[in-house]
């Protein structure tokens, strides 16, 4: 398998629609979830670099896609889409976010894959289900992570996982759907999520 090096992560360019994201070349893997569920710490423990995706104490701001390239394989891109489902936003805030995230799940053909960014404690809230029905419909695989790992007991986190993965199960969805726990504070998991993500851009 192609080496990927998720430490040589750099910042390429912000989006605020789908017409100025970057050309349609290489391979991205894409990162989606509600606000405060973790993304962005995930991104910058993924990288090792705590200072690449922005953890944001004012969260529901940025309406922005943000592109972040791989400077040993240039053609590999991370992309940070907008939070979801921050109270304070405006209604039309928030369709505006739908409609954007599925202009580009739709035509966003070097897309291989979405991860789902979900509070170990409070995964598949309505949003979560809305944004794995979008992803699905784009024939995309997703991968969930179930984030903040730390917070519960290793017996509670693993139980969660396992219902996830039985009701994924149950859908008919396990073949295109996959998932595992994660901490951006003990580390456990980023191994595992880099791999998944190494296999979609590598496409092996
Ligand atoms: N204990 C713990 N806290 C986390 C973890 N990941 C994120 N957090 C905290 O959760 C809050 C939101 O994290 P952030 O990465 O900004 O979430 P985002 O809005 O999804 O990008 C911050 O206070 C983080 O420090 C984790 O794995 N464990
Ligand atoms: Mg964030």
């Not at 969805?173 to 998932?179: F, I, K, M, Q, S």
Request: aromatic share 6%; hydrophobic share 35%.
């Amino acid at each position: 398998m192609t080496r990927v090096n998720f430490n040589t992560a750099k910042f390429l360019v912000s989006a605020p629609s789908l017409k100025q994201c970057p050309p349609e070349q290489g391979a991205e893997v894409a990162f989606a979830g509600r606000s405060n569920a973790g993304k962005s710490s995930a991104l910058n423990s993924l990288t090792r670099n705590s200072k690449l995706a922005r953890t944001s104490k004012s969260p529901g701001c940025t309406q922005l896609i943000n592109f972040f390239t791989l400077q040993s394989t240039p053609d590999y891109r991370i992309v940070d889409l907008p939070g979801y489902g921050y109270a304070k936003v405006s209604q039309a805030m928030k369709e505006r976010w739908q409609e954007h995230l599925t202009e580009y799940l739709d035509a966003r053909q070097c897309l291989k894959g979405l991860v789902l960014v979900m509070d170990v404690r409070n995964p598949m809230q309505d949003l979560d289900k809305m944004l794995l029905k979008r992803a699905l419909d784009s024939q995309r695989p997703l991968h969930m992570i179930l984030t903040k790992s730390d917070k519960i007991s290793r017996g509670a986190a693993q139980n969660t996982l396992f219902q996830l993965r039985q009701g994924l199960k149950k859908s008919g969805l396990d073949d295109l759907v996959t998932a595992q726990t994660f901490s951006s504070v003990t580390g456990d998991g980023v191994d595992e999520l880099a791999k998944k993500l190494a296999s979609w851009l590598s496409g092996e």
